[in-house]
DNA sequence: CTGAAAGCGCTTACAG
DNA sequence: CTGAAAGCGCTTACAG
């Protein structure tokens, strides 16, 4: 029997951590102590608090930690989009690391716009996150500002960062834009157009690569670049592989800046009867699902993304724990993933 | 100049509700009421909090808001998988009609598991949130419990209700099933296979839709159901139809639970040189990405996802301010979508 | 229609 | 290693 205890009923019936300390004969503060795992405090009662929280099945309010703490269980996550499968790989590997380590993710869909990031960021920071996971280095300055001024951890997504001071984790985009063109050249393709959609700035910097290699050969003709805003879907392949085949009949191969959009080119390939890759190659990028059931299967680049949404939280988890990473900056590389279709 | 004001800065920094009712010299309740829009303040003092809070750059604290009301700004939304489309394009719908009205999203996956979903459930209860928004009825009894004690606003995803006292945004995956299989037959296919992955409550109705149309004409068989409970793909689609290639080469058609199956299955018959519809008629289920741009395109059902998040995120809206929805139960139907695949 | 008081459930310094 | 006090920023009854 308690010697300190006297019901005291809280209004709401919720389990308070001042039960569980009663429960355990010691005080909240201690019982606090021993919950969170700090160090010093003496394991004997640790043990007793947990015991106690456990038999009364105490759950932390997070709203009342939050506020005593000025500090969350939530992580912001902004990227650009839902509809791209590459996302949502991400998002499911952070997910898994995040969740388990006692963090929630509050997403937020960017749709490629500074502005709508900006607006994101500036209500997400009223949450009072623990951390921040966000895509890219584009955005606005107002954006840059308010993540420096948060003092919050914030490690980058999908690239790799090009200045000090900054946690990334992601890949060359430029350098498999690079290396999925000279691919296509070893295999003695000679007119390789570009065809993209979308133009964030990861596409852009694969078009930098597709272009960096061809230049080496002396092979690059600006009018075998195909670009159009326009957000990449299969349809869309269709449409620029037929804009393609008009304007430049003579092109050999074809990088598609998103494997949708190559599938969509090897669908319409298939429908128009022109052989693939004997009269035009086509490679992708992402390896998304469905690439390896095309007809002929899509040469493509493979991105890591479940690798990166799992390293990054990973790093985000030490940055909240003020622990230092081994690493600000991750490079998890990619792979040319080379099947039938080039 | 101000007759109350007296500096008092809080350690923390931060623009407060008292900085607010300070400057607009009214009390910090009377502050609280008029930002939230409550009835019962002078239309002169709502006007000045609102001037004065927005003058200040006010954001009310989530935290503190959640304490003090017990009710958090967080909706916990449980969808099955990341990885489906269906569920992106539902949560993209769910986040446009939440985030406007100052509500975030706290996204759980499920996996198919009633266990996963029971855990899910318990600890997000923990966050205290505004209401609740699940898939489907299919959840353990503790599950169904904590929902129910909980006493939250919940509504229920893609299906219909079948018991009173339940809010539901969905439509009857019964009834399309029946309809694309009556479809099939009506366009004279006797043999009609039904195939399927990933046997979750709503594939499994659609299942009962095939079998009852197909009763009603006396075509029923058995042996024509290719059900597994691996998850669905294209390359899952492409070895269903192998396998009933196999088994029955009498059928002349197949009904896919799901388009990825379809798309994959579509594939693999133009790599086996199957001629669809001519030999075998498809179709799918959900009119996913891409199976307009197959070939032949894909015969499906056109499944109103956005619209069941963006109806099931208003009714729950309502039901969290206290406001009795029009109706407990909406169905929002579905389509044919017949094209060259049957 | 408006306000003073109390409290939500936790953690942060500050002592010892 | 442990605790008493104060406070985080808001809202809920309760008065008037």
């Keep these: 029997m308690s010697k300190t205890s006297l019901p005291r009923r809280r209004a709401t019936g919720r389990i308070t951590l001042e039960d569980v300390a009663r429960a355990a004969e010691v005080s909240a503060i201690t019982a606090s102590r021993a919950l969170r795992g700090q160090r010093s405090v003496d394991p004997a009662l ?44 991400l998002l499911e590997a952070v997910q898994h690391t995040l969740v388990p380590a006692g963090y929630q993710m509050m997403i937020g869909v960017t749709h490629y716009k500074p502005e709508e990031e900006e607006a994101l960021l500036r209500s997400y920071l009223a949450h009072r996150p623990a951390g921040l996971l966000v895509t890219g280095f584009d955005r606005t300055d107002a954006a840059r500002r308010l993540i420096e ?7 980058h997504l999908m690239e790799t960062a090009r200045v000090g001071g900054i946690y990334s984790v992601g890949l060359s985009q430029h350098e498999a834009g690079r290396a999925i063109t000279e691919h296509l050249v070893s295999r003695g393709h000679r007119r390789i157009a570009f065809a993209a959609g979308q133009l964030d700035p990861r596409v852009m910097q ?40 008009r304007e430049r009949p003579d092109a050999d191969a074809a990088f598609f800046c998103n494997d949708d959009l190559a599938q969509g080119a090897l669908l319409a390939a298939l429908r128009l009867q022109v052989p693939v890759p004997q009269r035009l190659a086509v490679v ?18 493979r991105t890591p993304r479940q ?9 985000l988890l030490q940055l909240m724990r003020g622990v230092t990473p081994p690493a600000a900056c991750v490079d998890v590389g990619f792979e040319l993933v080379l099947r039938g279709s080039s």
């Design 46 to 89: 640790v043990a007793r608090v947990q015991a106690a929280a456990q038999q009364l099945g105490y759950v932390p309010d997070p709203a009342a930690r939050a506020l005593a703490s000025a500090r969350s269980t939530h992580v912001a996550v902004l990227i650009p989009l839902l509809s791209n499968a590459l996302f949502v790989d």
């Design 149 to 155: 001024d948060s003092g919050l951890p914030c490690v």
């Design 206 to 245: 694969r078009a930098e690569g597709y272009r960096s290699a061809l230049r080496a050969h002396g092979l690059y003709d600006p009018a075998l670049e195909l670009l159009t805003p326009e957000p990449t879907s299969m349809a869309l392949g269709a449409r620029l592989l037929e804009r393609l085949l």
């Design 284 to 301: 992708g990028f992402n390896d998304l699902n469905g690439s390896d059931q095309m007809l002929p299967p899509l040469t493509t680049v």
């Design 307 to 315: 690798q990166i949404g799992q390293q990054a939280a990973t790093m």
